[in-house]
Nanobody, 126 residues
Framework: QVQLVESGGGLVQAGGSLRLSCAAA????????MGWFRQAPGKERDFVAA????????SYADSVKGRFTISRGNAKNTVYLQMNSLRPEDTAVYYC???????????????????WGQGTQVTVSS
Protein backbone atom coordinates (compact mmCIF):
# COMPACT_ATOMS: atom_id res chain seq x y z
CA GLN A 1 0.00 0.00 0.00
CA VAL A 2 1.23 3.47 -0.88
CA GLN A 3 -0.04 6.52 0.97
CA LEU A 4 0.10 9.81 -0.91
CA VAL A 5 -0.14 13.12 0.94
CA GLU A 6 -0.78 16.35 -0.95
CA SER A 7 -0.20 19.92 0.17
CA GLY A 8 0.00 23.41 -1.29
CA GLY A 9 -3.55 24.16 -2.36
CA GLY A 10 -5.26 27.43 -1.58
CA LEU A 11 -6.90 30.56 -2.90
CA VAL A 12 -5.17 32.68 -5.51
CA GLN A 13 -6.16 35.44 -7.90
CA ALA A 14 -6.24 34.86 -11.63
CA GLY A 15 -2.77 35.15 -13.09
CA GLY A 16 -1.15 33.98 -9.88
CA SER A 17 0.82 30.86 -9.06
CA LEU A 18 0.65 27.91 -6.71
CA ARG A 19 2.88 24.91 -6.15
CA LEU A 20 1.36 21.60 -5.16
CA SER A 21 3.41 18.87 -3.49
CA CYS A 22 2.71 15.18 -3.08
CA ALA A 23 4.81 12.90 -0.93
CA ALA A 24 4.66 9.12 -0.98
CA ALA A 25 4.83 7.77 2.57
CA UNK A 26 6.81 4.76 1.58
CA UNK A 27 10.54 4.25 1.89
CA UNK A 28 10.92 2.21 -1.29
CA UNK A 29 9.04 3.83 -4.15
CA UNK A 30 11.04 2.66 -7.11
CA UNK A 31 9.31 2.32 -10.46
CA UNK A 32 6.18 4.37 -9.83
CA UNK A 33 4.93 6.91 -12.33
CA MET A 34 3.02 9.76 -10.73
CA GLY A 35 0.36 12.09 -11.96
CA TRP A 36 -2.04 14.88 -11.08
CA PHE A 37 -5.75 14.89 -11.80
CA ARG A 38 -8.40 17.46 -10.94
CA GLN A 39 -12.12 17.47 -10.41
CA ALA A 40 -14.30 20.56 -10.53
CA PRO A 41 -17.77 20.57 -8.93
CA GLY A 42 -20.25 18.65 -11.03
CA LYS A 43 -17.60 17.48 -13.49
CA GLU A 44 -15.61 14.32 -14.08
CA ARG A 45 -12.08 13.90 -12.85
CA ASP A 46 -9.65 15.04 -15.53
CA PHE A 47 -6.01 14.32 -16.23
CA VAL A 48 -3.62 17.23 -15.64
CA ALA A 49 -0.05 15.96 -15.86
CA ALA A 50 2.11 12.88 -15.32
CA UNK A 51 5.80 12.08 -14.89
CA UNK A 52 7.76 8.89 -15.21
CA UNK A 53 9.73 7.29 -12.39
CA UNK A 54 13.00 8.69 -13.70
CA UNK A 55 11.52 12.11 -14.36
CA UNK A 56 12.69 11.90 -17.93
CA UNK A 57 9.23 11.70 -19.45
CA UNK A 58 6.30 14.03 -18.84
CA SER A 59 2.80 14.46 -20.22
CA TYR A 60 0.35 17.36 -19.94
CA ALA A 61 -3.26 18.04 -20.72
CA ASP A 62 -3.62 20.60 -23.50
CA SER A 63 -5.46 22.94 -21.15
CA VAL A 64 -2.41 23.33 -18.87
CA LYS A 65 0.48 22.92 -21.30
CA GLY A 66 2.85 25.86 -21.05
CA ARG A 67 1.42 26.98 -17.71
CA PHE A 68 1.93 23.96 -15.43
CA THR A 69 5.14 22.02 -14.80
CA ILE A 70 5.37 18.61 -13.15
CA SER A 71 8.62 17.50 -11.55
CA ARG A 72 10.01 14.98 -9.08
CA GLY A 73 12.22 15.51 -6.10
CA ASN A 74 15.69 14.01 -5.90
CA ALA A 75 14.44 11.22 -3.66
CA LYS A 76 11.85 10.32 -6.34
CA ASN A 77 9.09 9.85 -3.77
CA THR A 78 7.87 13.43 -4.08
CA VAL A 79 6.16 15.05 -7.04
CA TYR A 80 5.44 18.73 -7.57
CA LEU A 81 3.03 20.64 -9.76
CA GLN A 82 4.05 24.24 -10.39
CA MET A 83 0.99 26.11 -11.61
CA ASN A 84 1.49 29.52 -13.21
CA SER A 85 -0.89 31.91 -14.96
CA LEU A 86 -3.79 30.38 -13.13
CA ARG A 87 -7.30 30.87 -14.46
CA PRO A 88 -10.70 30.60 -12.78
CA GLU A 89 -11.34 27.45 -14.80
CA ASP A 90 -8.39 25.81 -13.01
CA THR A 91 -10.48 25.80 -9.83
CA ALA A 92 -10.86 22.19 -8.68
CA VAL A 93 -9.79 19.61 -6.16
CA TYR A 94 -6.38 18.37 -7.29
CA TYR A 95 -5.44 14.76 -6.68
CA CYS A 96 -2.04 13.13 -6.74
CA UNK A 97 -1.91 9.55 -8.00
CA UNK A 98 0.64 6.82 -8.69
CA UNK A 99 0.97 3.51 -10.49
CA UNK A 100 3.77 1.08 -11.07
CA UNK A 101 5.18 1.28 -14.58
CA UNK A 102 8.24 -0.07 -16.36
CA UNK A 103 7.26 1.75 -19.54
CA UNK A 104 8.01 5.21 -20.88
CA UNK A 105 4.31 5.49 -21.74
CA UNK A 106 2.44 7.70 -19.27
CA UNK A 107 -1.21 6.97 -18.72
CA UNK A 108 -3.81 9.74 -18.77
CA UNK A 109 -6.53 7.40 -17.55
CA UNK A 110 -7.41 7.55 -13.87
CA UNK A 111 -8.32 3.87 -13.84
CA UNK A 112 -4.67 2.99 -14.45
CA UNK A 113 -3.56 4.72 -11.27
CA UNK A 114 -3.64 2.48 -8.22
CA UNK A 115 -2.90 4.90 -5.42
CA TRP A 116 -4.50 8.26 -4.69
CA GLY A 117 -4.07 11.14 -2.31
CA GLN A 118 -6.91 12.78 -0.43
CA GLY A 119 -6.99 15.84 -2.68
CA THR A 120 -6.22 19.50 -2.14
CA GLN A 121 -8.48 22.42 -3.08
CA VAL A 122 -7.28 25.02 -5.54
CA THR A 123 -9.50 28.08 -5.99
CA VAL A 124 -8.71 30.78 -8.53
CA SER A 125 -10.68 33.99 -8.21
CA SER A 126 -11.35 36.28 -11.15
Amino acid sequence: QVQLVESGGGLVQAGGSLRLSCAAARRRFSGYAMGWFRQAPGKERDFVAAISWSGGSTSYADSVKGRFTISRGNAKNTVYLQMNSLRPEDTAVYYCAAYYSDSYYLSRTDQDYHYWGQGTQVTVSS
